[in-house]
């Protein structure tokens, strides 16, 4: 990324407004994203899945904060303000951003088996917890953020569930 072009950054939004956010910051040809989890919420006793903001109440805005009339972000439906430092708006690091977004789909649809780049048969070694330091092999994910391990342990094969944030990939 060649200077300050094609920068993102961090939007706040008034409450449950990050939909009507981006929607708004797209009418006036800023990029936006809204990075959805998917969840599910419970209501009269039926249980649905429903997508909620990644990070409740922002958004991002991709925009040439030299070229860009940015401060109409800050007037925008939806928005409460541009989080700047002073004068500036601060930019968000582009190393999250291109993380971030390569952990989403084409939905904006965040993954954590995408964020963490794990697959069934791959390799791994548990960071933290009981088994701290042990290798194992994905056998299945197990939900969104969990995957089940197939560990040997004490010459007998064990099956455990973990989260994904505990696993270390080995090459």
């Known amino acids: 990324m060649g200077g300050l072009e094609n920068r993102w950054f961090a939007v706040h939004c008034q409450a449950g407004k990050e939909r009507t956010a981006r929607i708004n910051l797209e009418r006036q040809s800023f990029g936006a994203f809204l990075p959805l989890l998917r969840a599910q919420e419970t209501r009269a006793g039926r249980t649905r899945d429903v997508l909620r903001p990644l990070f409740p109440g922002y958004v991002f805005a991709g ?3 030299r070229a860009a009339a ?3 972000i800050n007037g925008t439906y939806g928005v409460k303000r541009l989080i700047s430092f002073g004068e500036v708006p601060e930019p968000v690091h582009p190393s999250f951003m291109a993380d971030l977004r390569r952990a989403c789909d084409g939905d904006d649809i965040f993954s954590f088996r ?13 960071a933290t917890g009981p088994f701290s330091a042990m290798i194992g092999t994905i056998e299945s994910m197990s939900g969104p953020d969990r995957a089940r ?3 040997s342990i004490l010459g007998r094969s064990a ?10 990939k080995i090459a």
């Open 63 to 65: 925009f040439d904060p």
């Open 70 to 72: 940015w401060r109409r």
């Open 114 to 126: 995408r964020a963490y780049g794990f697959s069934e048969g791959d390799r791994v070694k548990l």
């Open 149 to 151: 391990l197939l560990l």
């Open 159 to 168: 099956r455990v569930s973990v989260a994904l944030e505990d696993l270390q």
